[in-house]
C-alpha cells in the first residue's frame, strides 16, 4: 500500500511515523513545499530572535525519514488532487514549468495553515463594498512568521528596528511581544488587536483585563478594538494607519492575526470543505470578498473519498477547527490507525480538549476547554454556572466553568498548576457539584473528593 502525505509538519511526520509503526511494508511518501526537513514552529521565535540556530529547530534530520523507509520530497508543491484518478500533481517550487504525477492508494492532507493578514472594506456606494489589502505586497518592513525563511528575514530587518507594531494578540503576538520586551535590546512594542479584549480565543474579559496589565507593566503598549486600514510610507514601513485616522508609528509589523487552512490547491478536487466568508459585510455587491475553507472529516478523519484523510489545522471536525497541537497529534495517530485497521479494526476520534499555554511577561497563563463565545453558544451560555477569583495586584485570576455538574473550561493567569487537574475533570466528565466552589482553593486536591 502506497500512502501520500501532503505536508511535513507535525500532523504529516506523526502520520508517517505511526504508519510505519504499525505496518513497516507500508510505502509512506511525503512532499513538503519547504526545504527543510521538520522542524519546530514553537521554536521559530527563539530561532527569530537569534538565541538559538537553525540545528536547533530541526526535530528530525534527513536520516530519520531514511531509517524508517520514508520518502521525502522537498520544495514539492501539491498544485492538484485528483480523487477518482488517486493522483497528485506536484510542481517543483525551484522551477514552476516543472510537474510531475504521482499516485497513491491513501492519501492524506497534512497541509496546514497559512498566516492571516486581515483586509479592510472600501464603500464606494449605499450598495458595493471593496475589500482592500492594508499593506501593498511590494513595501518593505512588513512579516508573518510561520517558517524559517520567514524568521530570517524579519531577524534581518530586526537590526535596523527600533519600534514595532504586532497586529493580532493570539499566542504568537504574545510570545513576539514577551521577546521584544526583555533581555538587553528592548524594542518599542505595540499589540494592536481588532477584538475588543486581548488574547480574545483564549480568554474572557475579566482575564483579558488582567493580562493587559500585565503586559502594559512590561511596556507593552496597547490598542484594542482597533483596525488597520493601512501601512503607511513608499517603499518602507513606517506605521500604522488605524481606524480612528490616526498614525501608530513603527519600522516594522508582525502580522499575528491567526491562521487559516491552507487548502486553496483543493477547490476544485471535489473533496468536501466547509467555507465562510472572511468578512461579513452587508452590501448587494462586495469585490474582493475572500473565503475560509476547511476540509470536512469523519471519526475516521475521513473525508468525502473514504481513501483521502485529512489531519491537523487544514480540517474541521465536528464544528471545530482546532489549529493546535496535540489536536493535530490526536488527529495523526487516529488516521494513521484508521489507515491500517491492525486486526480490521478503526479508532474513533472524539475531538480534543483545547489547551493553550503561555509563558512570558513574568507570568503564565493557561486556557483549558470551552472558555467564551467562540467555543459556547449564546444560548448555552446561559446554563452555564462559573466561579472566579482575581487579585489585580499578584496578576492572578481563575476562573472555572461548570455545565451541567461538570466541567467545561478554565482560565489561569499567574499560577497554572491546577492545569492538570482540570484536563482530567473535563476529560473523564466528573460530577463537580459536591465541590465545585472548592476548585479554585489554594490547597485544592482532586484525590480529596474522588
Known sequence: MKVIIIGNG?????VASNLVSLDPSVEVEIFSEENYPYYSRVKLVDFMM????????????????????ITLHLQSRVIEVIPKKKKIIVEDV???????????????????SKPIIPKSALEESSTKKTILEPVHRDKKGWHVLRTIDDAIEIREHLKQAQRVNILGSGLLGLEIADKFRTGNNTLDTTIIEIEPIVAPAYLDKKGSFVLSNLLERAGVKILIDTRVTECTGEEHIEGCRLSDKTIQKGDIILFACGIKPNV????????????????EIEADEVIGQEFTRSILVNEHMQTNFDDIYAVGDCCEFDGFMYGINPAAIEQAKHCAYNII?????????KGTIPIVTFHGFDTELASIGRVNEYTIGQAEMEEIFSYFKVDLTLGEYKKIFIKDEKLIGAILIGNISLQMEIRRMILEKINVSEFADKILEENFNLRDYL
Open 10 to 14: 507535525l500532523a504529516g511526520v506523526t
Open 341 to 349: 485497521q491492525p486486526g480490521g479494526e478503526t479508532m474513533d476520534y
Open 264 to 279: 486553496d490547491f483543493l477547490v476544485d478536487s471535489g473533496i468536501e470543505m466547509i467555507e465562510t466568508p472572511d468578512y
Open 50 to 69: 537569534g538565541t538559538i540556530s537553525k540545528e536547533d529547530l530541526i526535530v528530525f534530520e534527513e536520516f530519520w525519514y531514511e531509517a524508517r523507509d
Open 94 to 112: 525551484t522551477d514552476p514549468k516543472k510537474t510531475e504525477e504521482h499516485d497513491f492508494d491513501k492519501l492524506v492532507i497534512a497541509s496546514g
